[in-house]
């Protein structure tokens, strides 16, 4: 047992540094998650401080802050929303698992892992962080962007697949035969549908019996649902950000605009604690020995998410700038391929540092790629067609960007 001056001062320590870190990358103008991850590494076993009094307090905040990450996804959508982009956007679903998985699964099965380990790599390839992506669209403003429900609705069905992936994943580790599995398959997709019935057929009245004029008890009934929504969804085998997503779905109208406007600076909040998490869950020491093929398998991946990104944004009629940032957005992994990773580690240990590598390594680069890879495909292809030329300034470059999506948009706005 720790003292709780030494948790107190351990959790101080960590928030003031993620004030800081988060400061220093407002200055150069870039998202706070890749120092949030280093902090974590700082502070972690093998790091230069390691912790040990907060550790679990740490690890709940980190569960708290996905779930406060895909609520707040979910409150900026309406059901009707997410119904019209799963239909939409389900083609493009299809290409996102076959140009991402397929990696992770050859991958796998070079490195002699079996079968079982290829499905394993493959999920982890495949699946892209909502948590992360989340942050990273809201850092940079472009919820309001065209290409924006392109990316969630691929997200809401990678999340929504992870209801079936993540059950017959565990099937497949533990040996149990074909009976078990289906079990586990059916109550899974059977939870999900029931909620997401609900969050479409009757979220007006889950709204209605939520509203409060009072702030306190409307954001203490929102989180409150929230948190025992995901909890009942991962004891039925179901992602705990799904149910959050769903019940972020189910809330409209001024209800939603209000828990948006409560929760949110809670969201910032544990979402860092959640990077902190994730970085003292990695052993510095482990990452050098498989750092070359995690670099080759995200280098893969990089591309095919990119190409991901283009073909989901062409169908929805963006123009190109906006395909790039599309496909930007969706390279970060993060909490979906650590839980598949920390799922497989038993029977196939070499799965969790090559893992925990590759995800690094996503996580870092998702907000430069996010970021960086409309601008630097632009500059490319210009310096390609008229030589070097004078970079406009920062806002003569966003103005023209904007008058491009607007041209390439079929009804013009």
């Given at each position: 047992m720790h003292s709780t001056p030494i948790l107190l001062i351990e959790l101080g320590g960590i928030i003031l540094v993620l004030g800081l870190v988060g400061r220093l990358a407002e200055?150069?103008?870039?998202?706070?998650?890749?120092?949030?991850?280093?902090?974590?590494?700082?502070?972690?076993?093998?790091?230069?401080?390691?912790?040990s009094a907060s550790e679990e307090f740490i690890a709940v905040g980190a569960e708290i802050g996905v779930i406060l990450l895909l609520l707040l996804l979910g409150l900026e959508y309406s059901a009707s929303e997410l119904v019209t982009s799963l239909r939409a956007q389900y083609p493009s679903g299809v290409v996102d698992f076959v140009l991402?998985?397929?990696?992770?699964?050859?991958?796998?099965?070079?490195?002699?892992?079996?079968?079982?380990?290829a499905v394993a790599?493959?999920?982890?390839?495949?699946?892209?962080?909502?948590?992360?992506?989340?942050?990273?669209?809201?850092?940079?403003?472009?919820?309001?962007?065209?290409?924006?429900?392109?990316?969630?609705?691929?997200?809401?069905?990678?999340?929504?697949?992870?209801?079936?992936?993540?059950?017959?994943?565990?099937?497949?580790?533990?040996?149990?035969?074909?009976?078990?599995?289906?079990?586990?398959?059916?109550?899974?997709?059977?939870?999900?549908?029931?909620?997401?019935?609900?969050?479409?057929?009757?979220?007006?009245?889950?709204?209605?019996?939520?509203?409060?004029?009072?702030?306190?008890?409307?954001?203490?009934?929102?989180?409150?649902?929230?948190?025992?929504?995901?909890?009942?969804a991962q004891r039925l085998q179901v992602s705990a950000a799904v149910g959050a997503f769903l019940v972020g779905i189910a809330l409209s109208g001024e209800v939603a605009e209000g828990a948006r406007r409560l929760l949110t600076p809670l969201r910032d909040l544990f979402a860092a604690v959640f990077f902190v998490f994730f970085g003292l869950s990695t052993d510095p020491a482990r990452i050098p020995p498989v750092l070359l093929p995690a670099v080759l398998l995200a280098l893969a991946t990089i591309l095919t998410k990119i190409l991901t990104g283009w073909y989901a944004a062409?169908?929805?009629?963006?123009?190109?700038?906006?395909?790039?940032?599309?496909?930007?957005?969706?390279?970060a992994r993060g909490e979906f391929s650590i839980v598949i990773a920390g799922l497989a580690v038993a029977t196939e240990p070499r799965i969790g540092p090559l893992a925990t590598a590759y995800v690094l390594i996503l996580v870092v680069l998702g907000p430069l790629t996010a970021r960086f890879t409309d601008p630097t495909v632009h500059r490319v292809q210009s310096w390609l067609r008229h030589g070097p030329s004078?970079?406009?300034?920062?806002?003569?470059?966003?103005?023209?960007?904007?008058?491009?999506?607007?041209?390439?948009s079929p009804q013009g706005s």
């Open positions: 200055r150069v103008g870039l998202s706070p998650i890749p120092l949030y991850l280093l902090a974590g590494l700082a502070f972690g076993q093998g790091g230069l401080l390691p912790l991402n998985a397929l990696p992770g699964a050859g991958a796998a099965l070079l490195l002699g892992w079996g079968p079982v380990g790599l493959a999920g982890v390839t495949w699946i892209s962080s909502s948590g992360v992506i989340a942050k990273i669209l809201t850092d940079l403003g472009r919820l309001g962007n065209r290409e924006t429900p392109v990316i969630l609705g691929i997200l809401v069905i990678e999340d929504l697949s992870m209801a079936l992936y993540l059950p017959l994943l565990t099937a497949l580790l533990a040996g149990v035969g074909l009976a078990g599995g289906s079990i586990a398959l059916v109550i899974a997709l059977g939870t999900v549908f029931v909620v997401l019935y609900v969050a479409v057929r009757h979220g007006h009245w889950i709204s209605r019996a939520v509203s409060s004029d009072n702030p306190e008890m409307l954001l203490l009934v929102v989180f409150g649902l929230a948190l025992l929504v995901a909890g009942i062409r169908r929805a009629g963006v123009g190109p700038r906006g395909r790039l940032r599309a496909g930007g957005a969706l390279v004078p970079l406009p300034p920062r806002g003569a470059a966003r103005e023209a960007a904007g008058a491009e999506e607007i041209a390439s």
